[in-house]
């Protein structure tokens, strides 16, 4: 079976190491992107099965504007995207749940089980992993 491609887009470099090991050891291939411009090119190029994106980034995109992007082309609009973010807080996401629009939203620090979980409810067929 063909290991389960995630790109990771985050500009902390902490954060990018942190997921692309845990997610590694899970048996997920990782492929990491420090921005929003590198993030399109490699979402069009390598079509991960999901994309882990960090919303705020200073450079250039914006995780919202990477999303958009994506969801405008045709090779990746069904592409799963989970977002990272600082705007909210551990309690605000779990007060009014991890799902904004249809978008799941996970408030930084990100825990690794929690994202794992997520991860494999939107790629049922990695559970077993």
Excluded: W
């Excluded at 692309?20 to 979402?43: F, H, N, P």
């Excluded at 980034?57 to 082309?73: I, N, Y």
Aim: hydrophobic share 40%; aromatic share 2%; glycine share 6%.
């Amino acid at each position: 079976m063909k290991k389960p491609v995630v790109l990771v887009v985050d500009d902390e470099e902490d954060v990018l190491k942190m997921l692309e090991k845990r997610l590694t050891s899970q048996g997920y291939s990782v492929i990491t992107a420090t921005d929003g411009a590198e993030a399109v090119v490699l979402a069009k190029s390598r079509h991960p099965d999901i994309i882990i994106l960090d919303i705020m980034m200073p450079r250039g995109m914006e995780g919202g504007q990477v999303a958009a992007e994506l969801k405008d082309h045709p090779s990746t609009r069904n592409i799963p995207v989970i977002f990272l973010t600082g705007l909210c807080s551990k309690a605000e996401e779990k007060r009014h749940g991890s799902i904004i629009g249809s978008n799941i939203t996970l408030a930084k620090p990100v825990d690794p089980e929690v994202l794992l979980d997520r991860i494999k409810k939107l790629l049922p067929d990695t559970a077993n992993l």
